[in-house]
T-cell receptor, first 116, second 113 residues
Framework: DTAVSQTPKYLVTQMGNDKSIKCEQNLGHDTMYWYKQDSKKFLKIMFSYNNKELIINETVPNRFSPKSPDKAHLNLHINSLELGDSAVYFC???????????????FGAGSRLTVL | AQSVSQHNHHVILSEAASLELGCNYSYGGTVNLFWYVQYPGQHLQLLLKYFSGDPLVKGIKGFEAEFIKSKFSFNLRKPSVQWSDTAEYFCAVNAAGFQKLVFGTGTRLLVSP
């Protein structure tokens, strides 16, 4: 049973389109994250939600809008896609915000977005 | 703000060679430290973590890391690598009071058989 699942795994789309990536965790964790991994493998946090409340919002264009309908789900919607948005987007969850304490981040398999 | 540096971007080793990957962080307070591994085409998995106590921590697959507070370092080691250790390795830090995990730029390890 997958702990953190993301859909779709691959997404190829044209510039200017709008797309969404969904994430669900069945670990009972309170905190969920979106990380972006660029072509050089650099991982950067984008957003974090704790129990449906936004707690981290890094310097991300407002074309990116996260949404957490409940603490088990965190979706990412991207408007007006640009070439530079091409990356692998990883969802993660943890029991404690930041992965501190006795808990760590559990990652999903990633969603590879290619913008043409 | 917290940051993490991994100085080795690419490492190439032969099987059975010893491995040490450097990781330095910048934050003066209490930190939690992690090493994650990403095998080709896969998601990140936790290798090991340090929260407190013994600064030498052991993880899965024979990996270990040593926290040296005076050097702000958390280097990853393995005495004898295998071909299956080929992967990208990420050091990460969570500073107390900050609600995010910050990753280093990663080290790509290639082990030749």
């Amino acid at each position: 049973d997958t702990a953190v699942s993301q859909t779709p795994k691959y997404l190829v789309t044209q510039m200017g389109n709008d797309k969404s990536i969904k994430c669900e965790q069945n670990l009972g964790h309170d905190t969920m994250y979106w990380y972006k991994q660029d072509s050089k493998k650099f991982l950067k946090i984008m957003f974090s939600y704790n129990n449906k409340e936004l707690i981290i919002n890094e310097t991300v264009p407002n074309r990116f809008s996260p949404k957490s309908p409940d603490k088990a789900h965190l979706n990412l919607h991207i408007n007006s896609l640009e070439l530079g948005d091409s990356a692998v987007y990883f969802c993660a969850s943890s029991q404690v915000a930041g992965g501190g304490g006795a808990n760590v981040l559990t990652f999903g398999a990633g969603s590879r977005l290619t913008v043409l | 703000a917290q940051s993490v540096s991994q100085h080795n971007h690419h490492v190439i080793l032969s099987e059975a060679a010893s491995l040490e990957l450097g990781c330095n962080y910048s934050y003066g307070g209490t930190v939690n430290l992690f090493w994650y591994v990403q095998y080709p085409g896969q998601h990140l998995q936790l290798l090991l973590k340090y929260f407190s106590g013994d600064p030498l921590v052991k993880g899965i697959k024979g990996f270990e890391a040593e926290f040296i507070k005076s050097k702000f370092s958390f280097n990853l080691r393995k005495p004898s690598v295998q071909w299956s250790d080929t992967a990208e390795y990420f050091c990460a830090v969570n500073a107390a009071g900050f609600q995010k995990l910050v990753f280093g730029t990663g080290t790509r390890l290639l082990v030749s058989p």
